[in-house]
């Protein structure tokens, strides 16, 4: 900390295309340093979907998202690149000599002729419910995700949401679960109507609770775990839930954050940038993946993997204009052993 770390390109981003991007910047011979805000990689397949199977990445007809980014890294690891995790990029600063000077939130600084931002949609967080405490619990037996299905065995769950995935949940873990409430504060849902029904269903042979039209409203227990949950109608009357669990799914807040404030021309909080060179509209910062626009954009992994090509060559032609890029395929160019 405090010492600058030189490399020849930042990745913002540690999602499926800055991972991507890692190895394909390796692939023309640059070094990377990646920062991530989230304390793993994966961007939106570690921390929004890592169980969900995931069948249009080319050649595996069918992959769950926590594997894909195992894989992603494994392809980049060949190339050595240097993770700085749990850490926000907050300030970009352009220095002498075509230089970029990248602060992050725990006083990390890197310096390098190129930048690629490949921030997803942003710093993301769970839209936490405005209960009193509720951070005591939260990773403890109040979680804004389901990263292991199985740890909910035989457990009373409450799930607070009406979307598509408070009502996915709550028809997964009804099979697992000791019992499952679904609260709402509202008899409609915002799901797709085959969930919807098959939720209606459940409750209607008793294996589901729903509680509607009732809001989250207080948390008892001790020592961060739950013993119930107290929700109220919107007249105030309240209701005591015994529980073990509580999966509130009031969707995600989403913010550029800082990176909205480094000058780049934005539309509707994303990068514009010219697909054919994945050139934002400063010299030497780059975008890739669901954080960029352009006319046609797919926000889609194999779209980001192939901006990710793209912005490689990009900054290899900024950082060696005297030596243009000599095109290989990976066959004949090679990897080293990772
Ligand atoms: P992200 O995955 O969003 O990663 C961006 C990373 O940047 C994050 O880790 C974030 O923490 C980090 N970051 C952001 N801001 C900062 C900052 N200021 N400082 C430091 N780090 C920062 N796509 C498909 O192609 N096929 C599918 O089947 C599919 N299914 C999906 C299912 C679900 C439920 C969801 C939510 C998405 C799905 N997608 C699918 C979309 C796909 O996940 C995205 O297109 C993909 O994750 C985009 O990758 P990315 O690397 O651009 O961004």
């Not at 008892?220 to 509130?248: F, H, M």
């Not at 550029?256 to 994303?270: C, K, S, T």
């Not at 669901?290 to 090509?309: M, Q, S, W």
């Amino acid at each position: 900390n405090g010492q600058t770390q030189q490399t020849d390109v930042i990745i913002v981003g540690a999602g499926p295309v800055g991972l991507f991007a890692v190895f394909e910047c390796g692939m023309v011979r640059l070094n990377c340093h990646v920062v991530d805000v989230l304390d793993d990689a994966g961007g939106q397949c570690t921390a929004l979907y890592p169980e969900k199977p995931i069948y249009d990445i080319p050649g595996f007809p069918r992959i769950e998202a926590a594997e894909l980014i195992v894989r992603l890294k494994a392809q980049a690891a060949a190339f050595r690149p240097v993770y700085h995790l749990g850490e926000q990029v907050q300030s970009l600063e352009p220095r002498t000599g075509g230089f970029w000077r990248l602060t992050t939130s725990k006083g990390t600084v890197l310096q390098a002729k190129a930048v690629i931002i490949a921030a997803g949609v942003g710093a993301f967080g769970p839209n936490r419910p405005p209960l009193p405490g509720i951070e005591a619990y939260e990773g403890k037996s109040v979680f804004y995700y389901v990263t292991q299905r199985e740890t909910f065995r035989g457990k009373r769950i409450v799930i607070a949401g009406g979307g598509d995935t408070a009502v996915d949940w709550a028809l997964s873990l009804a099979e697992i679960a000791g019992r499952v409430s679904v609260i709402h504060r509202r008899d409609r849902f915002r799901a797709a109507p085959d969930s919807e029904a098959r939720l209606k269903a459940l409750a209607k042979e008793g294996r589901i609770d729903l509680v509607v039209p009732y809001q989250l409203h207080g948390l008892e227990g001790d020592n961060g775990q739950l013993t119930s949950v107290t929700v109220a109608t919107l007249d105030g009357q309240t209701k005591r839930i015994e529980a073990d669990v509580l999966l509130p799914f009031f969707g995600l807040s989403m913010s550029l954050g800082p990176i909205a404030d480094w000058g780049l021309a934005l539309e509707r909080n994303q990068i514009e940038v010219d697909p054919a060179t994945a050139a934002t509209t400063k010299a030497g910062i780059f975008g890739v993946g669901d954080v960029v626009t352009y006319p046609g954009k797919l926000k889609l992994i194999l779209t980001g993997f192939a901006e990710a090509a793209i912005a490689a060559r990009s900054a290899y032609a900024l950082i060696h204009p005297e030596t243009p890029l000599h095109f290989e395929y990976s066959t004949t160019s090679g990897v080293p052993d990772a």
